[in-house]
């Protein structure tokens, strides 16, 4: 009985087990999908904490972690959109797509969350981080106005606090320092944890120090020492106390800061910059004996190119400013530009010592009795140069007003004497503030100089110009001519320009002057004989070397003509007796009765005999602006045109240039080369240029050749 007891038990057993194992199949066949979509959840989620838990520990993200997550959650929002776990996946797929910096795509999800799923757990995170992409995509405002109402509704303080540092940050990184502090004081006080309110107070201290409020800025440092910093959180809080402390004149106390950090092992990386430092503070508390000593410490030891550069940098002014001592301070200068050229202590480094050498450049030019007008203009202009260097490089304003003196008592007939009564007068006004003094030097210029070129200056100064004093200078008279010829009144133009001719020799106005009668009288009443071209000979002949004496030569040119009879009947031309090959300017296979000598008619043709044309135009952009070399600076001449052979491209870029007729100053000619090169026209313009020279307007991927005249003026406060 017993054993049928045990057997008919077994036997029910194995039914219900077999019924289980039915009932197991049945089921697992029935949810094979909803297994497989969840496996892939499953595997997205895992993907998805590891990355995140990595970001948590180390502060970077994974993005290999994350990518994996987006692969896997994306499946299961594509193919099993009605899932229980469709907003999970999506959420994962949003933060992931954030920390891959996939910002558009994580916007678009993090909607998606707040419009389907506003009551779910992830909707308050999801807002939080449509901020940050928001901001991440430069839409500031809209991200402000959200983390705003994160911050003032309510919202769990963790939440609250990621939104004010957040807002904090972009407020601080605008120069809002009161705005700023106001979102980080209030994590520091109420809502963040251990770490976000050290990170708080770190900008609260750096909002001060920022805004100049280094008493308060110096409580907020030492603050943060209280607050378990890390060492780097550490170094910056002392750093910035002893700066402040600098700030506020208490030397010493900023010292004792300063060797805080020195006596610690843990910023030995760092003793050249805390070295530099403690060398400024003494500096500033006027012990020069011990910051040029502790300059030298670091100049000599250190192996960080940049703090021997500085620190030879500091040197150079100590010796400059302090000690009076410039050739030392250029040695110093010197060492800081070879220890490293490419910070701003190098490069100003370089330009102090570069001001300083120019002392024996500019030194005074000792002249004697034979010496010419154009010597003696010469020597006055560079005293004036160096009366300026003195004055706005060396710091040095009583040198630079005996030097302005020196011109004014020693060379009283030299050209730019009004210049520097000019200059003396405004030296008197800044640095005596005497404006009696000031207003007396330039009333020489009225008196003594009354028909200098800068007496327009000197009224100006004055508050005379308009005044009945307002008279008796060429450029004057040029203004006047000018006016008649817009009005027709030729006679009267020519009479005033006549003015300046006679009058004037000396005016920077006595060429124009002069050109413009003879301009004047061939187009407007030209006398049908060859006195005009007398005119222009004459005038070229005295003046060659000038850009109207080069107008005037060219405008006696006769027509240029390429018949072969014609050229059969001209003479033999001579040998040129300038030195070079004829040959360089001259094409192939041309007619030799064109004049190759004369430049201006060389440079409208190339080399394969091609005729060119002029662009007549003004650059589009210019991406290197001229500079006006110190070598040009002497004589009386103003104005240069430089004749250029250009290729331009179908982009209207400059390719390819030579410069054919220079200057004859090296330096300007270098300069003007780097400026045209960097030009850009309109293309269209200059194919419409070559359309009306009945040429091929195509300037192909190749490009064109053009003829192009570059003005160059003296700066006027160089005149």
Known sequence: MANSMHHRRQTTVSRLRTLLLLLFIGVLVGSSGCSVYFNTFYNAKKAFNSAEKQRENTGRSNKAEYQKAIEK????????????????????????????????????????????????????????????????????????????????????????????????????????????????????????????????????????????????????????????????????????????????????????????????????????????????????????????????????????????????????????????????AKDYYDQATAADRSREAGRDALVRSSDIGKLDTYARTELDSAATETAIDEAAYTQYQLSELYWFKLNKPDSAIVEMQYIVDSMPLAYHVPKALIALSQMYRVQYEDDHAADSILKLVLTDHAQSDYVPEALDALGLKGTAADTGYAELYVHRAEDFVEAGEIDSAIANYQVVVDRYPDSKYHLTAQFSTIWLTEMYQSPGDSSVIVAYQEFADSFGGTEWGQEARRRIQPPRSTRRDDRERDEERPPRDDGLDEEVDRPPDVDDNINWDDPLVAVYYRPNGDTLVELKLDPLETLEEFEFPAEANTGDRYDWKLYFQIRIDFSGEVKDLVLKIPSGVPQMDENAELTVRSMRFDALDASNRLVSAGKEADLGQEGKWFVFVYDISKPEYLR
Do not use: C
Not at 134 to 145: R, S
Not at 155 to 171: D, M, S
Not at 311 to 320: E, T, V
């Open 73 to 328: 959650a994306l499946k299961v929002v594509e193919n099993h959109p009605n899932s229980k776990y469709y907003d999970d996946a999506v959420y994962i797929l949003a933060v992931s797509y954030f920390h891959t910096e996939l910002y558009s795509r994580a916007e678009r999800r993090f909607r998606e969350i707040l419009a389907n799923y506003g009551d779910s757990e992830w909707a308050r995170e999801s807002n939080l981080y449509l901020a940050q992409a928001k901001l991440a995509l430069g839409d500031i405002e809209e991200a402000q106005v959200i983390f705003e109402d994160i911050f003032e509704s309510d919202y769990e303080k963790n939440f609250k606090a990621e939104a004010a540092i957040a807002l904090g940050e972009y407020n601080f990184e605008e120069g809002e320092w009161d705005r700023a502090r106001r979102y980080f004081l209030a994590v520091r006080d109420s809502l963040g944890d251990d770490e976000q309110k050290l990170k708080a107070q770190i900008y609260v201290a750096d909002s001060y120090f920022e805004g100049f409020l280094f008493s308060d800025a110096l409580g907020a440092y030492l603050q943060i020492l209280g607050m378990k910093p890390d060492k780097n959180q550490k170094y910056h809080s002392l750093f910035r106390s002893a700066v402040s402390s600098y700030r506020l004149l208490r030397i010493e106390d900023g010292l004792d800061y300063l060797d805080q950090l020195i006596d610690d092992a843990l910023y030995f990386d760092s003793l050249g910059a805390l070295r530099l430092t403690v060398a400024e503070g003494l500096e500033y508390d006027d012990d020069l004996i011990g910051a040029e000593a502790a300059y030298l410490d670091v100049a000599r030891n250190s192996d960080n190119r940049q703090w021997q550069s500085r620190a030879y940098y500091r040197l150079g002014l100590i010796y400059q400013f302090d000690y009076d001592d410039l050739r030392q």
